[in-house]
């Protein structure tokens, strides 16, 4: 039986999601982590699979994949659109 696979990897780019505080009753919310929805992070740790630090938070906080926009972005394009 083989373990859930990520779907992110270290040194992905990804977005919090802006509409994170909607979800923030989950007990995995918690209030400083509001402050960084919609910002575009970078990936820096994996956690039991499905769990992830962030630079964005000097790795502070565990994120969850549902925590993130469902779209990975490289610099590049992220760049591109500003």
């Known amino acids: 039986?083989?373990?859930?696979?990520n779907k992110f990897e270290i040194g992905d780019i990804?977005?919090?999601r802006k509409d994170l505080?909607?979800?923030?009753?989950?007990?995995?919310v918690v209030t400083e982590?509001?402050?960084?929805?919609?910002n575009t992070a970078t990936i820096?740790?994996?956690?039991?699979?499905?769990e992830y630090n962030l630079d964005i938070d000097d790795m502070e906080w565990t994120w969850?994949?549902?925590m993130f926009e469902s779209k990975k972005k490289t610099w590049k394009q992220i760049l591109e659109t500003q």
Do not use: F, N, R
Not at 21 to 28: A, D, I, M, V, Y
Not at 44 to 50: E, L, N, R, V, Y
């Open 1 to 5: 039986m083989e373990g859930i696979k």
């Open 33 to 38: 982590m509001l402050y960084y929805a919609g």
């Open 44 to 50: 820096m740790g994996i956690i039991h699979d499905t």
């Open 14 to 16: 990804v977005t919090i």
């Open 64 to 66: 969850a994949d549902w």
């Open 21 to 28: 505080e909607k979800t923030s009753k989950l007990p995995t």
